[in-house]
């Protein structure tokens, strides 16, 4: 059994798994994406989820556009 924490457990898989974080920013698909990690999604876990994923887009709107070298 692993001493990690479910959040730490969710935001290392978000971060390596393209398919997670796809589901976990999907609300039709969150609650099963975090059943999958043994997170129960009580409708205080999902609203904390969306909260904080907004506040990631946001966070990551005040960076600006990505601008590639030339």
Do not use: C, W, Y
């Amino acid at each position: 059994m692993s001493d990690e924490s479910p959040f730490h457990a969710m935001l290392g898989k978000a971060l390596v798994d393209a398919d997670f974080r796809a589901r976990l920013m999907d609300p039709e698909q969150q609650a099963d994406a975090l059943s999958s990690i043994g997170i129960e999604p009580t409708r205080e876990v999902l609203n904390e989820l969306n909260q904080s994923i907004e506040a990631l887009s946001q966070l990551s709107q005040a960076f600006g556009d990505e601008i590639a070298a030339t």
